[in-house]
């Protein structure tokens, strides 16, 4: 069974990132187990100083990203953009990762969620996270990258996203991220 683990790149309570990867998990299909990574908010600011090469002194929230990241098969991400990048807080948890080499040739996806009011519809977010991805040396899933437009009226009542087509869309973007990390 396929383990997936789901970041999103938004801090903020009431995220559509965080929405859509709740709603992956929600509706993952039999077979695939996911885990939502919930602690990028509590990692410190990266410093190559603080990631020991033997990993010992490694701050706790870090070993912890770490550890999840080798307990499974492959990682689905969703991130806004955020004045024209990625957000500083989910650069850092990347930052983190490059040092552990957990996402070294994994399957790596990733959905961007864009509202109206994103000038790039996503672009410039999307462009960034597939060139930091590139030095980490993860193995992007195409057919599981996706730019899906949703706003926060696109929630139900459950806080999972409503719209059917943007449903069918994510799990789409699960199975085909699970079938890469089979093999």
Aim: hydrophobic content about 45%; charged content about 20%.
């Amino acid at each position: 069974m396929p383990k997936l683990l789901l970041i999103s790149g938004s801090l903020r309570g009431a995220s559509t990132n965080s929405a859509t990867l709740r709603t992956a998990a929600a509706l993952a299909p039999d077979g695939i187990e996911t885990t939502i990574y919930d602690g990028m908010g509590r990692l410190p600011h990266f410093n190559p100083d603080d990631d020991p090469a033997d990993g010992v002194g490694l701050d706790p929230e870090v070993a912890t990203l770490r550890a999840a990241l080798a307990e499974v098969d492959a990682l689905l991400l969703s991130t806004p953009e955020y004045a024209g990048a990625l957000p500083g807080s989910f650069k850092n948890l990347l930052d983190w990762t490059v040092g552990g080499g957990q996402t070294y040739e994994m399957p790596v996806a990733w959905i961007n969620i864009s509202g109206a009011a994103a000038p790039s519809g996503g672009a410039d977010a999307h462009e960034s996270l597939r060139k930091v991805l590139g030095y980490t040396g993860a193995q992007i899933v195409e057919e599981a990258v996706l730019r899906l437009p949703l706003a926060r009226d696109d929630l139900g009542a459950d806080r999972l996203i409503a719209r059917p087509e943007a449903r069918e869309a994510i799990v789409g973007a699960v199975r085909a991220l699970a079938g890469a990390a089979r093999g």
